[in-house]
């Protein structure tokens, strides 16, 4: 038992970033999905079933258009396919998890970043890496429970909510900032933030808005694989 609370605390302690982030972005998604015409119960219903974040966002905007499940189905695809990305550094990994179904889904852009920073924690490995799982499960709830939230307020205060879609695009802002201000610490994420911001610019402007992320994730990856394997080659002369 004391084994356990242990991994609790310590995946309490690495989620609480998520957290707060989560919270907020979770009651921004549930008051837009109040206004789009769902209460509470919906709201928890897509964020325990639809779990993707910024594609929730098009979800509440597509629910209250009464968009085709077709076009909500392709939307999902796009909009998170760069998590495909992520499970691939997660393979091995989740491969000795019995949770891994669930690690699969639940995989988001946050839970990615936390996830990828206790990869290089010895205490991770050291216990199966369990913590994961509950890593995992913990930014699910933070996230379920912003929803219900904000579908509450939407539902009971009488408020002009105009803006609020902007809460995700402001995160993402935030965590490019953090990647961009690493200096020579992580010179590698501070990189991986220039390349980004580059090639989506480059696909914005040659796509447009409604079909950039694909490509730029794409790019962005391949970029990044093979300027990583020059490095560790260059590495391993040295």
């Known amino acids: 038992m004391e084994y356990k609370k ?19 972005l979770g009651i921004a998604f549930g008051i837009l999905f109040q206004q789009a015409g769902y209460d509470a119960f919906w709201a928890a219903i897509a964020s325990i079933l639809c779990y993707g974040g ?27 396919a760069r998590h495909i990305f992520y499970g691939i550094s997660f ?5 000795i998890m019995r949770q891994r179904p669930y690690m699969i889904f639940s995989l988001t852009d946050e839970t990615y970043s936390v996830l990828n920073l206790c990869q290089k924690d010895e205490y991770l490995h050291l216990q199966n890496n369990k913590a994961m799982f509950w890593i995992a499960l913990f930014d699910h709830s933070y996230w379920i429970l912003g929803s219900v939230i904000g579908a509450l307020a939407g539902q009971l205060i009488p408020f002009d909510f105009t803006g609020i879609d902007f809460s995700m695009t402001a995160l993402f802002v935030v965590i490019l900032v953090d990647r961009l201000s690493g200096g020579k610490e992580d010179k590698s994420g501070m990189l991986a933030a220039i390349a980004g911001l580059a090639v989506g610019a480059v696909c914005l402007f040659v796509f447009k808005p409604e079909g950039f992320i694909l490509p730029a994730m794409v790019i962005t990856v391949i970029l990044l694989t093979v300027t990583s394997g020059r490095n560790k080659e260059a590495a391993d002369h040295e």
């Not at 393979?91 to 491969?95: A, L, S, T």
């Open 6 to 24: 242990e991994i609790l605390r310590y995946a309490f302690a690495k989620s609480l970033p998520v957290l707060f982030g989560y919270l907020f």
């Open 54 to 80: 910024s594609s929730q966002f098009a979800l509440a905007s597509l629910a209250g258009s009464h968009s085709s499940l077709a076009l909500v189905a392709l939307m999902t695809l796009f909009i998170n």
């Open 91 to 95: 393979v091995e990994d989740f491969k």
